[in-house]
Nanobody, 123 residues
């Protein structure tokens, strides 16, 4: 079992930055692909970014490409999401997830999920 805990969310003005962290415990995540998803009120959960187990490959939703960066530190068992140039439409609960498969934009590929951290971007 992998337990995931997100942190780093908060309230920020449009144009600002936040760095989310996802700390894993229970198992090393070095063999897991990791992803970030988000869910805004009244909307379905959507893919944000993913990274392969080695960190050598990454993928992003078009809506965040060029503004967000996913990274990982396997030695610290932690995954990060650096969010720059934030927009009000980025407001959502952000979830970290782990997949034993290849990194994917499909939430069904991820077996383990954190509880989420709230990000609110004011205009």
């Amino acid at each position: 079992q992998v337990q995931l805990v997100e942190s780093g969310g908060g309230l920020v003005q449009a144009g600002g930055s936040l760095r989310l962290s996802c700390a894993a415990s229970g198992r090393t995540i070095s063999s897991y692909a990791m992803g970030w998803f988000r869910q805004a009120p009244g909307k379905e959960r959507e893919f944000v970014a993913a990274i392969s187990w080695s960190g050598g490959s990454t993928g992003y939703a078009d809506s965040v490409k060029g503004r967000f960066t996913i990274s990982r530190d396997n030695a610290k068992n932690t995954v990060y999401l650096q969010m720059n140039s934030l927009k009000p439409e980025d407001t959502a609960v952000y979830y970290c997830a782990a997949s034993i498969r290849y990194y994917s934009a499909r939430s069904v590929e991820y077996a383990y999920w954190g509880q989420g951290t709230q990000v609110t971007v004011s205009s």
